[in-house]
């Protein structure tokens, strides 16, 4: 069973950075990309940011390019996104998500369950 594990939410000044963590594990035979959603309050869940296998490839929301940084662990399939400067607008649930392939099954999206990044003063 594929499990996708974040980590580093919390409470940051608007200015301040935060670092997110997310680690797949479980039955993945593959990684085909990972990446990072989120949700403000009262607001549709949108793209932050992606990156492929090998981290060859990155993706990121227009808006959030050059403030947020994503990255991939040379070993292990851990994603990380860096984010500096935030701003009050960043604050949401942030999902982590693997689209892995797994042993019978290509191409199938997990979920991590979420972590709070709220910006405020």
């Known amino acids: 069973q594929v499990q996708l594990v974040e980590s580093g939410g919390g409470l940051v000044q608007p200015g301040g950075s935060l670092r997110l963590s997310c680690a797949a594990s479980?039955?993945?035979?593959?990684?085909?990309?990972m990446g990072w959603y989120r949700q403000a309050p009262g607001q549709q869940r949108e793209l932050v940011a992606a990156?492929?296998?090998?981290?060859?490839?990155?993706k990121y929301e227009d808006s959030l390019q050059g403030r947020f940084i994503i990255s991939k662990a040379n070993a292990g399939d851990t994603v990380y996104l860096q984010m500096n400067t935030l701003l009050p607008e960043d604050t949401g649930v942030y999902y982590c998500?693997?689209?892995?392939?797994?042993?019978?099954?290509?191409?199938?999206?997990?979920w991590g369950k979420g972590t709070l990044v709220t910006v405020s003063s």
């Open positions: 998500y693997a689209d892995v392939d797994t042993l019978g099954r290509r191409g199938i999206y997990y």
């Open positions: 990156i492929t296998d090998g981290g060859s490839g990155t």
């Open positions: 479980g039955g993945i035979f593959r990684v085909n990309a």
